[in-house]
């Protein structure tokens, strides 16, 4: 089966950086779009960023739109996540998902598979 697997969580001040990847495995990455979404504490699952399966497309949030980059490398089936000007408010578990569609939907329903999150705080 389709497994997706994120790294690069953790703790940075505001102001700061940090890269997220996510590791696809179990299915042919090229052929999905993929996306990330965000949950904090006491919040619903949030639409961060997509990009389609070509890498040509992207679609961000108005929230981190000119912060936050997203790219692929299908050579290395992983899908990537650079945030940069952090913010408090940017704290979350951040997931990563794929849509067989290969559509950059905004909505947790557009997509198939999710991986089990890593933690991002950002500390003021």
């Known amino acids: 089966q389709v497994q997706l697997v994120e790294s690069g969580g953790g703790l940075v001040q505001a102001g700061g950086s940090l890269s997220l990847s996510c590791a696809v495995s179990?299915?042919?990455?090229?052929?999905?779009?993929m996306a990330w979404f965000r949950q904090a504490p006491g919040k619903e699952r949030e639409f961060v960023a997509a990009?389609?399966?070509?890498?040509?497309?992207?679609n961000y949030a108005d929230s981190v739109k000119g912060r936050f980059t997203i790219f692929r490398d299908n050579a290395k089936n992983t899908v990537y996540l650079q945030m940069n000007s952090l913010k408090p408010e940017d704290t979350a578990v951040y997931y990563c998902?794929?849509?067989?569609?290969?559509?950059?939907?905004?909505?947790?329903?557009?997509?198939?598979?999710w991986g089990q999150g890593t933690q991002v705080t950002v500390s003021s």
């Open positions: 990009i389609t399966r070509s890498g040509g497309t992207t």
């Open positions: 998902a794929a849509a067989m569609s290969g559509l950059v939907g905004t909505r947790i329903f557009n997509y198939d598979y």
């Open positions: 179990g299915g042919t990455f090229s052929n999905y779009a």
